[in-house]
């Protein structure tokens, strides 16, 4: 919501007026990152062996064996297999959408290439890539 919205002289002989406003925004809460299962780390002899310790011979009807076979096989998960939280730079800034995101690579990508080269045609793509 914009609010006290203002307009200003320009600055020195500059014919462009100023305008100051309060903006407050608000975004979505974002989910904390949630601990991610690293399966290729898993210590799956372990696991194997705590299972085939388990008597899977028993009477059961088709609901309870599947509630029973699931509780088991997610607690040797818990058990055996890692987890890990999102790392901090994998993380992306809220208020960027996909394309500003694609647009910021790109030239920041062109940027680079301008200073590794060097090159009158890098740097006119560099100063002509959209930013945002």
Not at 54 to 60: A, G, M, R, S, Y
Request: charged share 30%; hydrophobic share 30%; with cysteine.
């Amino acid at each position: 919501m914009v609010s006290n919205m203002e307009y200003h002289a320009g600055l020195g002989l500059s014919d462009h007026a100023i305008s100051t406003c309060n903006l407050q925004i608000s975004s979505k809460n974002q989910k904390k990152a949630e601990p991610r299962f690293q399966y290729h780390k898993g210590d799956y002899k372990k696991m194997n062996q705590n299972l085939l310790e388990i008597d899977w011979e028993t009477d059961l009807n088709t609901e309870d064996a599947w509630t029973f076979f699931s509780s088991m096989l997610n607690d040797q998960i818990r058990k055996y297999i890692p987890t890990s939280a999102l790392s901090k730079d994998k993380r992306r800034i809220i208020c960027l959408t996909m394309e500003a995101i694609a647009k910021h690579k790109r030239k920041q990508q062109t940027s680079k290439r301008y200073r590794l080269t060097g090159d009158r045609f890098d740097y006119i793509r560099a100063t002509t890539t959209e930013k945002k």
